[in-house]
């Protein structure tokens, strides 16, 4: 160190208070970030340490010795950082109250060491001093700052996974509200569920709105390979149209917009829709009734057996022609031209046909309960 004298430094320590005011009047002027700053208890925080790190350097300039202690101030300078993160000012406000501050206190502690007597050279050196000491702790200020910021970052995104994985999960309300307060995400009025290969998440990412959650954990039901996104919002005609916009080129299955509490509802309808075996973007609203049908396989499977039962003991192959016929007879409601055309055979062949329906279901075929069954089996 400079090896200042004694008598100098106690000067500069007597003046320690006022160089500290009139370094952090300057950083307030001149630092948008600080404007206000003075009146309030963070004035007092930053005239504190201006005070304790000049405090500091005047302990280490009067040292002889070149390898005097620095890790409290280095310590210090480095909370300093972590605060001013914690209080949302930028590294770049963070350096620039260093440099408008370094320069006033250098102007203040410059007159004071003048008419202490210090020579030209040794003024030269304890002002190179003086500057790279605050290159120091600006240094650990700013290694502060990004840690804080990286720490705080991490903590809300794994906030952000778990509130996911409430929502998806159903959690309780209350549960799913604290989850949210935790994270600092503002409920949006409703969400839409969206299943996708996670090797096109990041490209949906960038065209969706940024409060989308996307949970890292696993999440019941989602097939390997796949995510899933809960989009804000999407519940008009028209917000929908924007969102399956935005989500064109991927493979998406996209679920039903629901109150945000709800999620899960919607989440779940993007997974049954996802085993479709639909190719592309998927809109779940658009497949409703096949969601239906494919709600109990099994179910659906007895009820085909039961209805055409009657059918069994004809051959394979008329049993298949007949079942065809029944098929477009009920999703026509009977109109001969329009079932031939789509079984392309004659009006005529129709004709024969549903007469032998009737022969094998009789009066069945005018029954609204077998004929519900029938469409909803054969559909």
Known sequence: MVGLDPVVADALRSRLAEVADAAVLRIIEEV???????????????????QLALGGFLTLATRQDAEAPKAPAIEGAYQLGRGEARAGRTVEALLSAYR???????????????????????????AELVFAYIDELSAASVAGHTDELESTGR???????????????????????????????????????????????????????????????????????????????AGSAT???TLLQALRGTEAVVGPST??????????????????????????????AALVLSADGDARADLRARVLAPLADLRPSTAEKLTDTLRSWLLHHG?????????????????????????????????PAFVLDATLALA
């Open 239 to 241: 917000a929908r149209r």
């Open 335 to 367: 109109r001969r031209d329009a079932v031939a055309e789509e079984l392309f055979v004659h009006a005529q062949t129709v004709r024969y046909r549903v007469g032998q329906l009737r022969e094998v279901y009789g009066d069945r075929l005018e029954d």
């Open 32 to 50: 948008p970030s600080y404007a206000g700053a003075w009146s309030g208890r963070m004035g007092e925080v930053i005239r504190n340490a201006v």
């Open 155 to 233: 903590v809300r995104q794994r906030n952000l996974e778990r509130l996911a994985r409430a929502l998806l999960t159903g959690a309780p309300a209350d549960a799913v509200n604290a989850a949210a307060e935790r994270a600092d995400w503002e409920p949006p009025g409703a969400l839409t569920a969206i299943v996708l290969p996670e090797s096109q998440v990041s490209h949906a990412l960038t065209a969706l709105d940024q409060r989308t959650l996307q949970p890292t954990e696993d999440i019941p039901g989602l097939p390997d390979g796949h995510a899933c996104l809960l989009v804000p919002g």
């Open 100 to 126: 408008i501050g370094a320069r006033a206190s250098w102007r203040e502690m410059a007159d004071v060491a003048v008419d202490a007597g210090v020579d030209s050279g040794q003024l030269a050196r304890f």
């Open 259 to 288: 109150p945000w509490l709800e999620a899960s509802g919607s989440y779940r309808r993007a997974l049954r829709c996802s085993v479709l075996g639909l190719d592309g973007l998927v809109d779940s609203d658009e497949h409703l």
